[in-house]
């Protein structure tokens, strides 16, 4: 019969797509590219909208994209980072490079992978330490936690839900580790050194099965995370050993000799309106109390290049010499100062932090006899909770 159709319901669409996701118009459009780069066919069905289709480069680049835009990455941030297509290269060369060395998210503390992260972490902390850049392998094992889990929990992804997961945890990751470390760990791990210490410390690919071709490395940006610091002028540089900064005697500075004694038990702290107290945060106080800091307060941070100025830990005040700072603070190597932020308490209900003493910290080898005592007041609150000032020069 003419005007016939199979019968079913009106109006089903045979290929639908996805129009709720951002657009104001509730209609799809097609990717950024070159105009007649897709076939109108393919602008139809809209196929490049499921994730299920997308490559995972592009789910990468994707995840990081909509974190940026539901505010988890701060526009500062992504300034600190290379495009977005140059970190996600990065972070494909060096989750490929870690998946060949059998390093999977949620086995870091297996015995094997371990292993292999322990030796990559030294060397990547040796090869930081000969250009001047002080680092830890706990530092650099947590960066590749970060990076590792969102290689793979990205390449797994099938929905937008999924995706929107992989980057809230990224910049969870990105805010608890830095910037500086993402890119340390980026850089030397492309330039194919941390595929050459892993199968070195574990054995686990053979020499044959080396890439032929070397993997790109992700170009930084003009400033680098941690620049080679130069002397201070018209005061000596202090000697230094492999890992410390030492003082006119040959003791690293602000430190004691002796052992440290612990802080208070690793068990979250809580109370209604405060944010969580951590129980890995809890351990570096020896008393911390619930606080509301009023408005007006100034409270100040010290950080270096590749800091998150909006981190945890604070104090309200300025300390007066780096000596100062590693002891009372007990703050390591991984951060090297030259730089502070302020933030002051806007008018209002005030902010809700928590207070206390700074517990020891012991230092690690070859300096493990010694330990910084702390005692001064720190102040700690969830990453990225405020947005400080610019940073200034602390002078010292």
Known sequence: MSGSRQPGAVCVHTNPVVVADGTTCLAPSPPPGPVGSRPPLTAVNHS??????????????????RAHAAGLISREIMRQLPS????????????GVLVGLGVAAGAVASTGVGAVLEAIAAGIVLALAAVGIISSAREVI???????????????ATSYVELDQAGREFATGLAEVGVG?????????GARQGLKMGRGAAGKLSASESPSEPPVTPRIREEPPRARREPEPRRPAPPKDSAYELDRDGVPLGARRGAAKSGLPSETLSKKGWPDLPADEAKNFNSAEPVTLKPGRKIYRVIDDS?????????????GSRAEWRSDLAVNEWNTNGKYVEYTVPEGPGLNVWRGETAAQQLRAPRSDFYRPGGGQQIWMPPNTVTPAGPKPTGW
């Open 48 to 65: 490049f909208h499921s994730v299920a289709h997308m490559s995972h480069q592009e789910k990468m680049a994707e995840a990081i994209r």
């Open 181 to 189: 470390t993402i890119m340390m760990i980026l850089s030397v791990l």
């Open 142 to 156: 947590s960066g590749i936690g970060v990076l590792i889990a969102f290689y793979t929990s990205t390449e797994r």
């Open 84 to 95: 977005v297509g140059e970190l996600v290269v990065g972070i494909v060369v060096v989750g």
């Open 307 to 319: 800091s998150n100025p909006a981190g945890g830990y604070w104090t309200e005040k300025l300390p």
